[in-house]
């Protein structure tokens, strides 16, 4: 049976929440999440390691980044699912390079209507993670291309015209 990413999400959701809450390492508090069928299948796996490393390794950086976009908000006053949700959207936009942002950002907010804390927290977490990619996109750290990704129509105009 086929995982599907949107399952991993959650769970690397409530792992966050867990590692935010309680003291514990980012085993403990992923281990007991993972269900069979995510085990069993290799590219499951894959994707929950690489997305919850990504998460734990930079979240400095990827708080730095919602700070810098909540304005008048200090981080302790974000509710805790809204925050983890950012976080892990703004890590899948930033180091899965196979995912189009636009891709992490509306299952971020599908997620946020499941599991938020208030009616608003989709809108917000929306509002936030657009600023945030649009920001990051006119700094150029966002390097994603291919089918479905950011489109970069002018190296692919200088490739594509012939040499004179």
Known sequence: MKTYRRQ????????????ELRDVDT?????WLLTKEIADDPNAMKF?????QSIVKNREEIDRSIAKHTFNWDMSRIAVIDKN?????????????D????VSINEAIEIAKKFSSTDKSSK???GILDA?????????RIKKCGRGLIDHTESKMQKTEPNR
């Open 8 to 19: 991993i999400r959650e769970k690397i959701l409530q792992a966050l929440y867990t590692l």
């Open 27 to 31: 085993e403990s508090a992923t281990n």
């Open 48 to 52: 929950f390691n690489h997305l919850m």
């Open 85 to 97: 949700i950012l976080r892990m959207a703004l890590a899948e936009i930033l180091y899965c390079e």
């Open 99 to 102: 995912i189009p942002p636009k």
């Open 124 to 126: 917000f977490v929306n």
């Open 132 to 140: 945030i990619f649009n920001d990051m996109k006119a700094e150029g």
